[in-house]
């Protein structure tokens, strides 16, 4: 599945070639990546179908194009999509999905949006050109540099849930996905079940900090790429799996202390710690036990 590091490796792309051409013709060859448009696969294509493209914007793992009326084309590549800058001529991806034809930039190109398992999706967001109302309630990402590091501390401090599961909440913080999620415990050496507010403040901070670099890293890199889906805006694969610490390491040892590293089932996936460097934290007392019977 993309993360952000990828997210935001295939918004630069489309940045550099995409942004000031305009939109000569949209073909939708598979009806589920456009189904949350209100509009339906045709009212779709007629609301792109002459507009210029303006940008090219992120928020956590959504991207957006601004249109030059004021509306956004609204995107997100799910667990397999890719959106690749192709040319007119080239034959078609085995799951292109949506076809979109450009004139009036750099060079003529294709944008495909290229869905296997179709979770991911385009959409025209209405009045979307500044920020989509659909993904406004999105946290922003650590690497954005209006992300409000304080006030991410603070409200992590006043929740119980384990820390990881907070990292994972788009709604507190977007973008650090499973994968970062584990590298970041691991460098900061903490447990993913610590509860929130059994953290201290410079605890917290540590852990966003490492989260960021973590992420600045894969971004260097291109990306991480472990699903081989993966690829960035001209079809080649990143490269950031050799740098990793912690996920997909089970049974292999600790980089800092040797022991062999833990997998467990986490949210219909895997966390991935060192048992002696992230030690499980106590359980805490749900009650104080009576005196009388304590003893
Ligand atoms: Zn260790």
């Known amino acids: 599945m993309p993360e952000l590091p990828e997210v935001e490796v295939v918004r630069a792309g489309l940045a550099r070639r995409v942004v000031g051409a305009t939109i000569a013709s949209v073909e939708v060859l598979h009806p589920r990546p456009v189904r949350r448009d209100p509009r339906g696969p045709t009212g779709f294509a007629?609301?792109?179908?002459?507009?210029?493209?303006?940008?090219a914007r992120r928020r956590g793992k959504y991207l957006w194009l601004p249109l030059d009326n004021g509306d956004a084309l609204l995107g997100h590549l799910g667990m397999s999509g890719q959106l690749l800058v192709r040319p007119p001529g080239s034959g078609p991806e085995r799951h292109l999905r949506v076809r979109i034809a450009l004139e009036g930039a750099a060079d003529?190109?294709?944008?495909?949006?290229?869905d296997q398992r179709m979770f991911g999706g385009l959409s025209v967001s209405a009045g979307g050109a500044e920020l989509p109302p659909e993904i406004a309630h999105i946290a922003r990402d650590p690497l954005d540099p209006e992300f409000d590091e304080d006030a991410f501390v603070a409200?992590?401090?006043?929740?119980?849930?384990?820390?990881?599961r907070q990292l994972l909440d788009q709604n507190l913080v977007s973008g650090v996905g499973n994968i970062y999620a584990d590298?970041?415990?691991?460098?900061?050496?903490?447990?993913?079940?610590?509860?929130?507010d059994r953290m201290t403040a410079r605890q917290v901070h540590e852990l966003l900090g490492q989260a960021r670099e973590v992420m600045n890293e894969a971004l260097g890199?291109?990306?991480t790429s472990f699903?081989?889906?993966?690829?960035?805006?001209?079809?080649?694969?990143?490269?950031?799996?050799?740098?990793?610490?912690?996920?997909?390491?089970?049974?292999e040892p600790c980089e800092r202390c040797g022991t062999p590293m833990r997998r467990v089932a986490f949210m219909n996936r895997s966390s991935?710690?060192?048992?002696?460097?992230?030690?499980?934290?106590?359980?805490?007392?749900?009650s104080p036990v009576p005196r009388s019977v304590a003893d």
Do not use: M
């Open 183 to 196: 590298e970041a415990l691991w460098r900061a050496r903490l447990h993913g079940e610590r509860p929130g």
């Open 227 to 251: 699903d081989a889906l993966y690829v960035n805006v001209n079809g080649e694969s990143g490269y950031f799996d050799r740098a990793l610490h912690a996920y997909g390491r089970e049974g």
């Open 46 to 55: 007629a609301a792109l179908t002459g507009r210029r493209l303006e940008g």
């Open 272 to 286: 991935f710690f060192c048992p002696v460097c992230q030690p499980v934290p106590r359980r805490r007392r749900t």
């Open 221 to 223: 890199q291109g990306g």
């Open 155 to 164: 409200k992590v401090r006043r929740r119980s849930s384990g820390i990881k």
């Open 108 to 114: 003529d190109a294709e944008l495909r949006f290229v």
